[in-house]
């Protein structure tokens, strides 16, 4: 007999914390790099979305490596939705990388930000780089 209490038990010991971040990352593959934004992370896992959502339906992924800032981490897509993927990596990540992507998110998203801003003004300007 399982009761709601049994439920709750379950489900923390499923994860770890996540942190939300929105750090840009790249995803690895045998077929390719795609870039990705990492929406959530946590020590045992993130949930990443790719950024560049032009016919990405048949970009299929199992293992993959995913690599932002200066980190990186092994694992394997458990879910996917559109473009939005679901990675357990094989070992833990170690609290400091957290900690430290967590700190930096802010200065990243800035920076991604930027580039964007800066390719926006050289597509209007007619400027395409290659």
Known sequence: MGGPHDQVDKESQRDFLRVDVGVVG?????????RVEIVDLSQGGA????????G???YVVRDCVL??????A???????DGDHFGIAFDEPLRPGVI???RQ???MNI??????IKQAAYLWAHGIHPR
Do not use: I, P
């Not at 690599?67 to 990186?72: D, G, I």
């Open 56 to 58: 990405e339906a048949e």
């Open 74 to 80: 092994f694992g394997e897509v458990k879910w996917r």
């Open 99 to 101: 900690k430290e992507t």
């Open 47 to 54: 949930h990443v979305a790719l950024m560049d959502g032009d």
């Open 26 to 34: 790249h995803l690895e593959t045998l077929d390719g790099r795609k």
């Open 67 to 72: 690599r932002w800032m200066t980190f990186e």
């Open 104 to 106: 930096q998110a802010s």
């Open 110 to 115: 800035r920076n991604d930000h930027h580039e």
